[in-house]
C-alpha cells in the first residue's frame, strides 16, 4: 500500500489570507522570545568565578552583579547564616545595607522576608541579632512603597517578643514618641499604632500608663480618620496589658468616643473592638454603656455601606452571646428580628438592588449581600442559643429554611457546615445527631425507633450512594465507619434489608481498600446486634462462602480482614465456632499474598483459643502452621511464617478458668459472650411472648430489670468461670420467672448494650481526612431514593430463590467456589479447584 498523496496546494484567495494570518500569529508568538534571548556581553556579566566560595561569591554579587543576582543572594541570605554565620555577618551583611539604601521593591521585600526567616530560625542569639540587624529594619520602616513597609513592620512585631525590655525601651519605645507626633507623616503615625499595641504586652503596668497611654490617648485623637480607625484596633491588645482597671478607665472613654466618630471605618473598629471586650466590661458597664452604643449601632447600619453590614453581621453571634442575659424582651425581640432581616437582605427586593445602578454596582453590592448572609448562617448556632432550643421552631425554624434554600451556593454551605447537613459536616456527629432524631433528644430508650422520620433511611441510603458515586473516597470511608452507630438507631430488619447487603456489595465491588475495610468492620457490627439467628446464619454463610471461599483472591483478603474485625467485636467462642476453620484454611491458598496476610491473623487467631476445651482447634492451627513450616515455596510468606511460629510459641494460652493476668480481658470476653447467649433468647422469648399475649412489654421495664440483674464487674471474683446454661429449675413458678427475667434482659438489650459498648467498637476505626462533600442542604430530599434491599437476604421471597439456611440448621461444610463468575479480581488458574473444610462446632450455645 502506498501512502495517499498530499493534498494539494490551495492558493484561492481565502486561503492565502489565512496563511497570512497565520504567519502572523507565528511572528507575535516568536518576538517575546527574541527579546529574552542574553546577548554575549550581558552573559559576560552574569557569569560568575566557580572557584569562589558562598560568602565571596555573595560579596562579588552584592558589589559588582545586577540587581536579579543582589536579589538573589538576599533571597540566600537565611542559608548562608546557618552555613557561616560569623562570615555572614562580618562580610555580606554590610554590603546588604550598602545595597538597600537604592534597592527596588523586590530587593527590599526579599530582604524582610530572610531577615525574619533568621529570626524565626534562631540562627544566631537574640543580643547579636539585635546588634546587626534592628537598625536595617528600623531604617526601612517608613518605606514609601506601603507593601515594603508592612513587611518590615512584620519583621519587627515578630522581633518585639524576643528582644529584653532594655533594648526595647531605648531602641523602639525612646524613639516612638517623636515618630508618633503630628509633625510626621500618615505612615510613620500608622507605623507606630501598631508598635505601641505590640509593646503593652512587654512592660509593666506603671510604665504603660506613663510612657505608653499618652500617647495612645493622642493617636486615638489624630487629625487623620486613617491613623484614628488604626489605634482603635489596637485598644483590644492594650486592654489586655493594662488590665481590667485601666480599661474600664482609659480604654472605653476612648472606645465611646471614637464610636461616635464621623469617620465610617473608626465606627466600625470602635465597634468590633467593643464586642471583641465584652468579656471584660462588668454588667452595669454593658447595660449602661455598651447595650445604648450597639443598639444605635445596628439601627444606623442599613443606612451605612454595606461593609459595615459585613462586619455586624459577622460579629453578631458573639454580641447576642456576650450581651446575654441584659436585654429586656423587647431589646431581645429587637435583635431577633434585625437577625432575620440581615438573613434575608438582598432578597426581598427584585434581583436585590436598585434599577439606578448601573451592573459593575449591582454585581459588587450583591457579592456583599451574599457576605451578609453567608455571616448570618456562620451565626446561626449562636442565634439557637440566643432564643433558647425549645423555642427554634417557632422562632428560627423559617428563617433556617431560608437559608437552606438560599439561591447562593455559599450561604447553603456554611449554614449545612452549622449544622451538619452537608455530607462532610453530617459524617463526624452522625451518631449523637441519629441518637437524637430517634429520641427527639428526651429519653434512650423508645418503643418505635424512628417511628415519625421515615424518611431518614431512604436519606441514609442515598447519601451513601452519593459518597460512593463521587471520587472522594475519604468521605465514603468515614461515612460507613460512622453507620456503625445504626444497630442503637434503628431496627435490625431495617439493618438487614436495607443496609446489610449494601455493606457486602462494597466489600466484593469497591476499588478503594480502607473503603472495603469500614464496610466490612461495620458489617461486622450490624452482624453483632442483629436479632434474628436465622438472618445471623445467612450473613455468616455469605462471608464464609463468598469471601473466605471466593474464586478471587482479593475477596479472601478482604475475609481475613473480616475476620480481624470479629476477633475485636464478638467473643472468643463466637469465632471459634463459626469462624476460625475458615480463617486457618487459607494457609493452603493458592497466592501467596492471602497466606502472608493469614500469618500475620495468626496470633490473633490463636488469643481466641481456651485451653482444654479449644485443644482440638489448637492441634489443628498447630497441623497448618507446620504444614506451612515444611511445604512453603515464597521465600517471602515463608520468612514472616518463621517469625509468626516464634510469636506463637511465646503466647501464653488462656484457660477456662479466669487467670490473673488475663482477668481485664477474660473479664471483657464474658461480657461478649453473655450479650450474645441475650441475643439468642431474645429471639425464641419474644416468640413466646407474642404468642401468649400478643404484646410487647415496655422498653423501660425492660433496661430496669436488667440493670437490677446485671452482675456487677467489679464485685466479680477473679476465678469465675465463663458462664454457662444454668440447670432447670423443678418448681414450675420459678422456672417461668426466669424466663420472664430473660426476656426483659434481652428485650433491652439493643439499646442498652450497644450504648455501652459503641464507644468502645468505635475506637478502631482508621482516622483520615476526607476530602470535601459539598451538595446543597438540601438536596438530599430532591435525590431519588435508591432502594437497596436485596432478595437475597429475604428467607422466602417471591421471584428468587436465594441461599440461606433453614432457621435450626447447622452451618454445612463451607466449600470454596461460590464466587462471582464475573469478578474483576479473579485469581484465574491459580485457584482452579475449590476444596471444602469441614465447620466442627463447638459444644456450646450458638
Given at each position: 500500500?502506498?501512502?495517499?498523496?498530499?493534498?494539494?496546494?490551495?492558493?484561492?484567495?481565502?486561503?492565502?489570507?489565512?496563511?497570512?494570518?497565520?504567519?502572523?500569529?507565528?511572528?507575535?508568538?516568536?518576538?517575546?522570545?527574541?527579546?529574552?534571548?542574553?546577548?554575549?556581553?550581558?552573559?559576560?556579566?552574569?557569569?560568575?568565578?566557580?572557584?569562589?566560595?558562598?560568602?565571596?561569591?555573595?560579596?562579588y554579587l552584592l558589589s559588582a552583579g545586577q540587581d536579579i543576582q543582589g536579589t538573589s543572594v538576599i533571597a540566600?541570605?537565611?542559608?548562608?547564616?546557618?552555613?557561616?554565620?560569623?562570615?555572614?555577618?562580618?562580610?555580606?551583611?554590610?554590603?546588604?545595607?550598602?545595597?538597600?539604601?537604592?534597592?527596588?521593591?523586590?530587593?527590599?521585600?526579599?530582604?524582610?522576608?530572610?531577615?525574619?526567616?533568621?529570626?524565626?530560625?534562631?540562627?544566631?542569639?537574640?543580643?547579636?541579632?539585635?546588634?546587626?540587624?534592628?537598625?536595617?529594619?528600623?531604617?526601612?520602616?517608613?518605606?514609601?512603597?506601603?507593601?515594603?513597609?508592612?513587611a518590615w513592620l512584620e519583621t519587627l512585631l515578630s522581633m518585639i517578643e524576643v528582644l529584653p525590655k532594655e533594648t526595647l525601651r531605648h531602641e523602639i519605645l525612646n524613639p516612638l514618641v517623636s515618630k508618633a507626633q503630628l509633625s510626621q507623616t500618615v505612615q510613620s503615625r500608622l507605623v507606630s499604632c501598631k508598635i505601641l499595641g505590640k509593646l503593652t504586652n512587654k512592660f509593666d503596668a506603671h510604665t504603660i500608663k506613663r510612657e505608653i497611654l499618652p500617647l495612645v490617648k493622642s493617636l486615638c485623637q489624630d487629625v487623620e480618620y486613617e491613623v484614628r480607625s488604626c489605634m482603635c484596633r489596637q485598644l483590644e491588645n492594650i486592654a489586655q496589658g493594662i488590665g481590667t482597671e485601666?480599661?474600664?478607665?482609659?480604654?472605653?472613654?476612648?472606645?465611646?468616643?471614637?464610636?461616635?466618630?464621623?469617620?465610617?471605618?473608626?465606627?466600625?473598629?470602635?465597634?468590633?473592638?467593643?464586642?471583641?471586650?465584652?468579656?471584660?466590661?462588668?454588667?452595669?458597664?454593658?447595660?449602661?454603656?455598651?447595650l445604648p452604643l450597639v443598639k444605635s449601632f445596628c439601627e444606623k447600619s442599613f443606612k451605612a455601606d454595606e461593609s459595615i453590614l459585613i462586619s455586624l453581621s459577622f460579629h453578631l453571634g458573639k454580641l447576642c452571646h456576650g450581651l446575654y442575659g441584659i436585654f429586656t424582651p423587647d431589646q431581645h425581640l429587637r435583635f431577633l428580628e434585625f437577625y432575620k432581616k440581615l438573613c434575608t437582605l438582598g432578597l426581598q427586593q427584585e434581583n436585590g438592588h436598585n434599577e439606578n445602578q448601573i451592573p459593575s454596582q449591582v454585581l459588587e453590592q450583591e457579592k456583599k449581600y451574599v457576605?451578609?448572609?453567608?455571616?448570618?448562617?456562620?451565626?446561626?448556632?449562636?442565634?439557637?442559643?440566643?432564643?433558647?432550643?425549645?423555642?427554634?421552631?417557632?422562632?428560627?425554624?423559617?428563617?433556617?429554611?431560608?437559608?437552606?434554600?438560599?439561591?447562593?451556593?455559599?450561604?447553603?454551605?456554611?449554614?449545612?457546615?452549622?449544622?451538619?447537613?452537608?455530607?462532610?459536616?453530617?459524617?463526624?456527629?452522625?451518631?449523637?445527631?441519629?441518637?437524637?432524631?430517634?429520641?427527639?433528644?428526651?429519653?434512650?430508650?423508645?418503643?418505635?425507633?424512628?417511628s415519625s422520620l421515615p424518611d431518614l433511611i431512604p436519606a441514609l441510603t442515598a447519601?451513601?450512594?452519593?459518597?460512593?458515586?463521587?471520587?472522594?473516597?475519604?468521605?465514603?470511608?468515614?461515612?460507613?465507619?460512622?453507620?456503625?452507630?445504626?444497630?442503637?438507631?434503628?431496627?435490625?430488619?431495617?439493618?438487614?434489608?436495607?443496609?446489610?447487603?449494601?455493606?457486602?456489595?462494597?466489600?466484593?465491588?469497591?476499588?478503594?481498600?480502607?473503603?472495603?475495610?469500614?464496610?466490612?468492620?461495620?458489617?461486622?457490627?450490624?452482624?453483632?446486634?442483629?436479632?434474628?439467628?436465622?438472618?445471623?446464619?445467612?450473613?455468616?454463610?455469605?462471608?464464609?462462602?463468598?469471601?473466605?471461599?471466593?474464586?478471587?483472591?482479593?475477596n479472601r483478603l478482604r475475609f481475613l480482614d473480616t475476620c480481624e474485625f470479629i476477633i475485636e467485636i464478638f467473643s472468643k467462642s463466637f469465632f471459634c465456632k463459626y469462624f476460625f476453620l475458615p480463617a486457618i484454611e487459607l494457609t493452603h491458598d493458592p497466592v501467596a499474598n492471602v497466606r502472608m496476610k493469614l500469618c500475620y491473623l495468626l496470633p490473633k487467631v490463636k488469643s481466641t483459643l481456651k485451653i482444654p476445651a479449644d485443644k482440638h482447634l489448637l492441634q489443628q492451627l498447630e497441623m497448618c502452621v507446620r504444614k506451612l513450616l515444611c511445604q512453603e515455596k515464597d521465600k517471602d510468606v515463608l520468612a514472616i511464617v518463621k517469625r509468626t511460629v516464634l510469636e506463637l510459641d511465646r503466647m501464653e494460652m488462656s484457660m477456662d478458668a479466669f487467670q490473673k493476668k488475663f482477668y481485664e480481658k477474660d473479664l471483657l470476653d464474658q461480657e461478649k459472650e453473655r450479650e450474645?447467649?441475650?441475643?439468642?433468647?431474645?429471639?425464641q422469648l419474644e416468640k413466646e411472648k407474642q404468642q401468649s399475649d400478643g404484646r410487647p412489654v415496655s422498653d423501660k421495664i425492660f433496661e430496669k430489670k436488667r440493670r437490677d440483674t446485671k452482675t456487677p464487674t467489679q464485685n466479680l471474683p477473679k476465678s469465675i468461670p465463663v458462664s454457662a446454661p444454668a440447670p432447670a429449675s423443678s418448681n414450675p413458678s420459678t422456672s417461668k420467672e426466669i424466663k420472664k427475667s430473660k426476656l426483659i434482659r434481652s428485650q433491652s438489650f439493643n439499646n442498652h448494650a450497644f450504648q455501652a459498648k459503641y464507644g468502645n467498637l468505635d475506637k478502631c476505626a482508621s482516622k483520615s481526612s476526607p476530602a470535601g462533600y459539598t451538595p446543597s442542604a438540601s438536596g438530599l430530599a430532591k435525590t431519588p431514593v435508591l432502594s437497596l434491599a436485596d432478595d437475597s437476604f429475604r428467607t422466602r421471597s417471591a421471584g428468587s430463590v436465594p441461599t440461606s439456611f433453614p432457621p435450626a440448621a447447622a452451618l454445612p461444610s463451607a466449600s470454596r467456589g461460590t464466587g462471582s463468575p464475573a469478578d474483576p479480581k479473579s485469581s484465574g488458574g491459580k485457584d482452579a479447584q475449590p476444596r471444602k473444610a469441614s465447620l466442627k462446632s463447638r459444644k456450646s450455645n450458638p
Open positions: 500500500m502506498h501512502p495517499p498523496p498530499p493534498a494539494a496546494m490551495d492558493f484561492s484567495q481565502n486561503s492565502l489570507f489565512g496563511y497570512m494570518e497565520d504567519l502572523q500569529e507565528l511572528t507575535i508568538i516568536e518576538r517575546p522570545v527574541r527579546r529574552s534571548l542574553k546577548t554575549p556581553e550581558e552573559i559576560e556579566k552574569l557569569t560568575v568565578d566557580e572557584d569562589l566560595s558562598d560568602i565571596e561569591r555573595a560579596v540566600n541570605l537565611p542559608f548562608l547564616m546557618r552555613q557561616n554565620p560569623a562570615e555572614t555577618l562580618r562580610r555580606v551583611l554590610p554590603k546588604v545595607r550598602e545595597v538597600l539604601h537604592v534597592a527596588g521593591v523586590e530587593m527590599q521585600l526579599a530582604a524582610a522576608v530572610s531577615f525574619l526567616t533568621i529570626l524565626q530560625e534562631e540562627s544566631v542569639s537574640v543580643h547579636a541579632y539585635a546588634h546587626s540587624f534592628l537598625q536595617v529594619i528600623l531604617l526601612h520602616l517608613e518605606h514609601r512603597d506601603t507593601g515594603v513597609s508592612n485601666l480599661t474600664k478607665s482609659v480604654v472605653l472613654p476612648e472606645l465611646i468616643e471614637l464610636s461616635r466618630d464621623e469617620g465610617s471605618s473608626v465606627r466600625l473598629a470602635a465597634f468590633e473592638t467593643l464586642v471583641n471586650l465584652l468579656d471584660v466590661f462588668d454588667t452595669d458597664d454593658r447595660s449602661q454603656t455598651i457576605t451578609v448572609r453567608k455571616n448570618c448562617a456562620y451565626n446561626f448556632p449562636a442565634m439557637i442559643v440566643f432564643v433558647d432550643p425549645k423555642n427554634f421552631h417557632m422562632e428560627l425554624y423559617s428563617t433556617f429554611f431560608c437559608l437552606c434554600h438560599d439561591p447562593e451556593v455559599p450561604v447553603r454551605y456554611t449554614i449545612a457546615i452549622c449544622f451538619y447537613e452537608v455530607l462532610d459536616a453530617l459524617i463526624d456527629h452522625l451518631p449523637e445527631i441519629l441518637e437524637l432524631m430517634s429520641t427527639g433528644g428526651e429519653s434512650s430508650v423508645q418503643e418505635n425507633k424512628l447519601a451513601e450512594q452519593r459518597a460512593a458515586a463521587s471520587l472522594k473516597w475519604r468521605t465514603h470511608e468515614k461515612l460507613l465507619q460512622k453507620y456503625a452507630c445504626l444497630p442503637h438507631v434503628i431496627s435490625s430488619d431495617q439493618i438487614y434489608y436495607r443496609f446489610l447487603q449494601r455493606m457486602f456489595t462494597i466489600m466484593m465491588t469497591n476499588n478503594v481498600l480502607p473503603v472495603q475495610k469500614a464496610a466490612s468492620r461495620t458489617l461486622c457490627i450490624f452482624l453483632r446486634y442483629n436479632r434474628k439467628q436465622e438472618q445471623r446464619q445467612e450473613v455468616i454463610q455469605k462471608l464464609i462462602e463468598q469471601l473466605g471461599q471466593g474464586k478471587s483472591y482479593w450474645e447467649l441475650l441475643l439468642l433468647e431474645m429471639e
